[in-house]
């Protein structure tokens, strides 16, 4: 059974399941309509095909050639944009172009209507009278406005709709940010908001947040304050464009882009209509957003960003043709050569890995002397006492508000939780003591014995209104490791991995080394933990391999590997090898099933851990990838013996069909040399299994806060249903020399072309050699020993090379692949 979050791994029947307890209906969605095929119309309508719904998308009839040529012409671009809009480009015949003048008849067949046309009121309620007629009883209508009015957008609309009538407000791009905030109207149905929501969180992996009808609602409230404050102090503080993108940057939790290179990424013209929207508040905060003059200046001469490929920043060549980044001054609105920002603040607190260690850090810089400690300083106070006089009137609660920057602007922590890690009683003080306002909703908050806005762990909030904290709303099926940790405690652990009870009988073997890198930590903690006689596989029926980070994993320690090889430590590395399969071998042959979850990137090792596992629960948002050959090496932790099983499992499946089983064979271990020669990375889990990297039998998870428990329910039943562990295989019919040379032909004829390097073709020779099993004739059976010892010969060999040892460092200096 698919649970209730999964998604079919059948690219064409991606849809959820039954299985799984609910704890309200999903809305029965089994057609959508998105009215405008601007950015964000045609970008929900592909995230809604991405979930398995056929979607009808409307705009303007064109008035010469085809009728719907705008929409058409949109879908077009979606099929090409980058990054990619669809999980699987064939998900575009899931949506069905048309106009607003043609097309309106087969509106009354949708369940779920969005309007998302130009943020103009008249031509918004013009558009829901007109389709009005075409809808059915029961259907819910609702709008993406980025902050008209949901209310009086809706003024028009007959009663009955009126009740089917709320805002969801999606972020941009649909299919990536995980926000999107619900915002109901007076007369909304608590049902039809709950069935949206609900659909939202299981089918489209959204984290929902409820808003009030305020300008910008929560998100672009709080985050077009957090810019223009920046924006402000810059000036005030005489700040560079580049300076102010390293304060607002990763230091704080905030995304590496910084302030002026989201808002070239977002658009000027997107803020500056977002900031418009302040003007309905009239108080004093509207004035706050008023744009600076220099922002009209770039705004009338078109420099808006990415969009208008100039706008703080812009790409230019040198004389060598080598790719220049400058940055804008913004006192003369001339170009410069963009610099690193030297701050002695940031270097100081660069090397303390947690957020709060660095907030504290930060915020203990001089403000009278050290202009960046000042800008921070007066930055986050300024977001503190905004936030919290925000709140009462825009959110239920501040977690709501935390979420939606979270989800909507990929902070690491919302501004209540930032200033729960600096410490609220002492930063008031401090605020205090130099003589600046103090928002009234906190100092209710202390007056009242409260030193903090969560309690309990995070599971509790300080209530504004109440005047004591509450428990936060706990949804059912959404868990992270780290509330086992609390809850369950935590059996073992060692510096890269931990073993977690999540109750019922499951363990969870958590990722949680350095920049998500596997070393000799992790390799021990798995191998120790999943051997058949240890006490972990006594005391559990069944474990879940995953993580709370980013990504769940890069891959093997390559500067650790790089130090032993250049200091001629091959019995360490040989050894490093063998400890590495010995822990891949572990995993496939645990006496209880394992369930691997992965999500973001799974690279190299991650991707071999992944696929030793019987099963797979994982992210819709996957890139997974043997990548080894980028750097000039294979994959040697068994991810080339697995991929040589599933090209013999692909053939043997057609052996009653009539089907070639030979033809089969060469087809498969073509297809699967080249995702292994050519470091080939999923762009989505459906694109996974396309590159047979997930099989039939794993499980897809729209929303990243459901995959641990969807991990942990799929393990529970392979092991209710009665698991037995397989056996080394020893009878594995080598493909041998004659594959092996058909496809050796194909990697001299890609030289001959020009295509590939000589390093290259030693790479993809050494790859096609282990999944062929070696020059042995065809048949010949030979072990998973066998082709595993094959793996581990072929690495240690180009470890050896000059070649591949440049690729190595280059990729540690650049983060890129060198191509020598």
């Known amino acids: 059974m698919i649970a209730q979050t999964d998604v079919h791994p059948d690219p064409e029947s991606i849809s959820a399941g039954d299985s799984a307890p609910a704890p309200v209906p999903t809305a029965l969605i089994r057609k959508a309509a998105v009215l405008g095929a601007g950015t964000m119309g045609l970008h929900i309508a592909g995230h809604l095909a991405n979930a398995g719904v056929p979607v009808l998308l409307l705009d303007l009839a064109s ?113 990536y940010m995980r926000l999107v905030e619900i915002i109901p109207a007076p007369e909304t149905d608590p049902a039809a908001i709950a069935a949206i929501a609900h659909f939202c969180d299981l089918r489209l992996g959204k984290d929902v947040v409820f808003a009030r009808d305020t300008p910008n609602f929560i998100a672009n409230r709080i985050g077009t304050f957090m810019m223009m404050e920046a924006v402000r ?49 009239r108080s004093a905060a509207a004035e706050q957003m008023a744009m600076p003059p220099f922002f009209q200046t770039m705004l009338e001469r078109r420099w808006l960003g990415d969009k ?30 963009a610099d690193k920002p030297k701050l002695p603040l940031l270097e100081m607190a660069k090397n303390a890995e947690r957020l709060p260690e660095r907030l504290a850090q930060l ?56 200033w729960d890690a600096a410490g609220v009683r002492a930063t008031v003080d401090r605020m205090k003591a130099a003589g600046e306002p103090v928002s009234a909703v906190v100092e209710q908050m202390l007056g009242a014995g409260a030193g903090s806005w969560y309690a309990s762990g995070g599971r509790e909030c300080f209530d504004p209104g109440a005047g004591t904290y509450r428990p936060l709303h706990q949804v059912a099926g959404i868990a992270s490791i ?76 390559l500067m650790q590997l790089l130090l032993s090889v250049q200091e001629g430590e091959w019995d360490d ?47 819709a948002e996957l890139y997974m990838g043997l990548v080894e050959t980028g750097v000039g090496l294979l994959p040697a932790g068994g991810g080339c013996k697995e991929m040589t099983l599933r090209s013999l499992d692909a053939a043997a499946s057609v052996r009653d069909s009539g089907r070639s089983e030979s033809v089969e064979l060469i087809e498969a271990l073509r297809k699967n040399f080249e995702t292994v020669a050519m470091a080939k990375v999923s762009t989505s889990a459906v694109e996974a299994y396309r590159l047979n990297l997930l099989l039939h039998g794993d499980r897809i998870t729209m929303n990243r806060e459901r995959l641990l428990m969807d991990a ?46 000589d390093h290259d073709v030693k790479v993809a020779n050494k790859v096609a050699h282990v999944l062929c099993g070696g020059k042995i004739t065809p048949g010949t059976h030979v072990s998973e020993q066998y082709l595993l010892d094959l793996e581990r010969e072929a690495f240690l060999s180009l470890c050896g090379e000059k070649k591949t040892q440049e690729r190595i460092a280059f990729t540690l200096k650049s983060g890129k692949p060198l191509r020598n």
Request: net charge neutral.
């Open 63 to 175: 008035p010469a050639g085809a009728r719907s040529a705008i929409a058409v012409q949109a879908l077009e671009g979606l099929k090409k944009s980058k990054p990619a809009g669809f999980f699987d480009p064939s998900f575009a015949a899931r949506i069905t172009p048309g106009n607003f003048e043609d097309d309106l008849a087969p509106l009354g067949g949708c369940d779920w209507v969005i309007e998302a046309v130009t943020e103009n009121l008249e031509i918004k309620q013009a558009l829901l009278e007109k389709i009005t007629p075409h809808l059915k009883q029961d259907v819910i209508l609702t709008t993406n406005t980025s902050g008209l009015p949901i209310a009086t957008i809706a003024a028009k609309l007959p009663e009955h709709l009126r009740s089917r009538w709320f805002g969801t407000h999606f972020f941009n791009p649909p299919r």
């Open 233 to 281: 102090l810059m000036q005030s503080e005489d700040l560079t464009i580049e300076e102010v993108d390293a304060l607002t940057g990763t230091a704080v939790g905030f995304p590496r882009t910084g302030t002026f290179r989201l808002l070239d990424l977002v658009g000027l013209d997107v803020m500056a209509h977002v900031a418009r929207n302040f003007a309905r508040l």
């Open 482 to 557: 780290a509330t086992f940790r609390q809850s369950h405690g935590v059996v073992k652990q060692n510096s890269g991995c931990s073993l977690v009870d999540l109750g019922d009988g499951v363990g969870c073997l958590e990722l949680h080394s350095l920049k998500s890198a596997i070393g000799e930590d992790i390799v021990r903690m798995v191998t120790e933990t999943l051997r058949a006689d240890s006490d972990a596989v006594r005391n559990f029926e069944a474990f879940v391999i995953s993580g709370d980070t980013d990504n769940f994993s890069v891959g093997a320690n």
């Open 573 to 619: 590395v040989d050894f490093a090898v063998r400890a590495f399969q010995r822990m891949t071998a572990s995993i496939k042959f645990c006496p209880r099933p394992v369930v691997a979850a992965p999500f973001g990137f799974c690279f190299g090792g991650g991707a071999e851990i992944a696929m030793h596992a019987p099963r797979r629960q994982a992210h």
């Open 363 to 418: 915020l203990a810089g001089d403000v009278k002397k050290d202009k960046a400690a000042r800008f921070l300083w007066r930055l986050l106070s300024a977001l503190w006492n905004y936030a919290a006089d925000c709140l009462p009137e825009i959110a239920d609660d501040a977690a709501s508000i935390d979420r939606a920057m979270r989800a909507g602007f990929n902070w690491q922590m919302g501004p209540f939780q930032l």
């Open 712 to 757: 942990k329910h799929q393990a529970q039943d392979i092991a209710n249903a009665g698991y037995a562990a397989p056996a080394p295989r020893t009878d594995i019919p080598a493909p041998g020399e004659n594959f092996l040379a058909s496809i050796e032909l194909a990697v001299y004829m890609m030289r001959q072309g020009e295509f590939i390097s």
């Open 308 to 337: 208008t490929k100039q706008g703080f920043y812009r790409k230019t060549k040198d004389g060598a043709g080598k790719e220049l980044r400058l940055a804008l001054d913004w006192k003369t609105l001339e170009y410069h050569p």
